[in-house]
């Protein structure tokens, strides 16, 4: 099994929609989480940190299951602008370096 | 720009030749990472840096290549004989980690490299 997982897509979704993307952890000792954002042929960029409580920023909603080790992103209200690559990140702090999933694509089609 | 840094953005050269990047992280962050992603995937981890002690190295990092961080703050990444699977982008990071807190990590644009 990978250490981390995500369905890569593509998810194409309407202006407006709302959309969520799942991904997997193996390592239950896992300790931070993070999504990052990748625009076509960029560098990834952090779009937010995951906490054990959720966080929002915005359109987007970070939600953290320990139990069932995936982390979770939520978009709502969609924009052209949101379409990238969403990259999960996960920190196994024993091994002092962070695993990259394969990332989602994400187009928002007018 | 206080960024991290790259250099060159692009490198094209011929099988069999050494390439040489360069990394300039953030100015006060003591950890750096090098990372290489290819088509379709995400960026894996090949090596990192706390200061200038380089502290682990992946398995996918070969004899062939080497890293070096002389002095805690640029590094620079050797690729030996390149061969056309070593085609991909050189992503470096840096990130600040005190103890106990979350770490993130900021990247540059990358290196681009193409073995033909």
């Known amino acids: 099994r990978k250490e981390v997982e995500q369905d890569p897509g593509p998810f194409n979704v309407p202006e407006g929609a709302t959309v969520a993307f799942n991904c997997t952890y193996s390592?239950?000792?896992?300790?931070?989480f993070f999504w990052y954002r990748q625009d076509c042929r960029k560098e990834p960029k952090l779009l937010m940190s995951v906490y054990s409580s959720g966080n929002e920023d915005g359109r987007f909603t970070a939600q953290l299951n320990r139990a069932s080790q995936y982390i979770s992103l939520l978009i709502r209200d969609s924009k052209l602008s949101d379409s990238a690559t969403y990259l999960c990140?996960?920190?196994?702090?024993?091994?002092?370096?962070?695993?990259f999933g394969t990332g989602t694509k994400l187009q928002v089609i007018p | 720009d206080t960024g991290v840094s790259q250099d060159p953005r692009h490198k094209i050269t011929k099988r069999g030749q050494n390439v040489t990047f360069r990394c300039d992280p953030i100015s006060e962050h003591n950890r750096l990472y090098w990372y290489r992603q290819t088509l379709g995937q995400g960026p894996e981890f090949l090596t990192y840096?706390?200061?200038?002690?380089?502290?682990?190295k992946s398995r996918l990092l070969s004899d062939r290549f080497s890293a070096e961080r002389p002095k805690g703050s640029f590094s620079t990444l050797e690729i030996q004989r390149t061969e056309q699977g070593d085609s991909a982008m050189y992503l470096c990071?840096?990130?600040?980690?005190?103890?106990?807190?979350?770490?993130?990590?900021?990247f540059g644009p990358g290196t681009r490299l193409l073995v033909l």
């Open positions: 990071a840096s990130s600040l980690v005190p103890s106990g807190s979350w770490e993130t990590q900021y």
């Open positions: 990140v996960v920190n196994s702090g024993g091994y002092q370096k962070v695993t």
């Open positions: 840096f706390q200061n200038e002690a380089q502290l682990e």
């Open positions: 390592n239950s000792a896992s300790q931070s």
